[in-house]
């Protein structure tokens, strides 16, 4: 499968621990998005990848959120001290430089408890 | 006011119905207009793209974007029971920067094509 792999697809935690998701985009791909995605909404611009370098990050991603991609290629997201208003679905997007449709995993569900 | 509104339905319609979804926007900055469809528990994926305004029809579907109105349709023609889905609009701005990628959805609308 050459798409875009995100895991855990569910996670279930209680409020206050830290989770990390992963994801793992289309190889050739040197763009990595991550997007939050709440019951009933549409995806909401989290930030963006051009190789390693962060390039953009939204006010949504609070200090707790932090975002790695280290060598290029797969990237984390970890959300430290967990709440319930972090429930959602994190999806990651995968994109060549310029202008290029975004290829979506199938997100990782967080729920908290 | 969010900077894209989108009607989040439901629709439902019969098998070999004519869909219309649209969104409106705010921001004129935006340039580049898609529409994704989106399955239960699923991923987002690409249907339509186009850019500034203009029509582009790819087999059952069309989509037309009117900068001047701010207004992005999506039509489906012989709809099926496989379309059955969520429909996202999303808007970017310039291309080959960052704010490409950059996407601004919609709400969603969620479609039902029974047989």
């Known amino acids: 499968d050459t798409g875009v792999s995100q895991d855990p697809r569910h996670k279930i935690t209680k409020r206050g621990q830290n989770v990390t998701f992963r994801c793992d985009p289309i190889?050739?791909?040197?763009?990595l998005y991550w997007y939050r995605q709440t019951l009933g909404q549409g995806p909401e611009f989290l930030t963006y990848?051009?190789?390693?370098?962060?390039?953009?990050k939204s006010r949504l991603l609070s200090d707790r959120f932090s975002a790695e991609r280290p060598k290029g290629s797969f990237s984390t997201l970890e959300i430290q001290r967990t709440e319930q208003g972090d429930s959602a679905m994190y999806l990651c997007?995968?994109?060549?430089?310029?202008?290029?449709?975004?290829?979506f995993g199938e997100g990782s569900r967080l729920t908290v408890l | 006011q969010k900077e894209v509104e989108q009607d989040p339905g439901p629709l439902s319609v019969p098998e070999g119905a004519i869909v219309s979804l649209n969104c409106t926007y705010s921001?004129?900055?935006?340039?580049?207009f898609m529409w994704y469809r989106q399955y239960s528990r699923k991923g987002p994926e690409l249907l339509m793209y186009?850019?500034?305004?203009g029509n582009k029809e790819d087999g059952r579907f069309t989509a037309q974007v009117d900068k001047s109105s701010k207004y992005i349709s999506l039509f489906i023609r012989d709809s099926q029971p496989s379309d059955s889905a969520t429909y996202l609009c999303?808007?970017?701005?310039?291309?080959?920067?960052?704010?490409?990628?950059?996407?601004?959805f919609g709400q969603g609308t969620i479609l039902t094509v029974h047989p």
């Open positions: 921001n004129s900055a935006f340039q580049y």
């Open positions: 190889s050739e791909h040197n763009r």
């Open positions: 999303a808007m970017s701005g310039n291309a080959g920067g960052t704010s490409y990628g950059k996407l601004t």
């Open positions: 997007a995968s994109s060549t430089q310029g202008v290029g449709e975004l290829f």
């Open positions: 186009t850019y500034s305004s």
């Open positions: 990848f051009q190789n390693e370098a962060q390039l953009e």
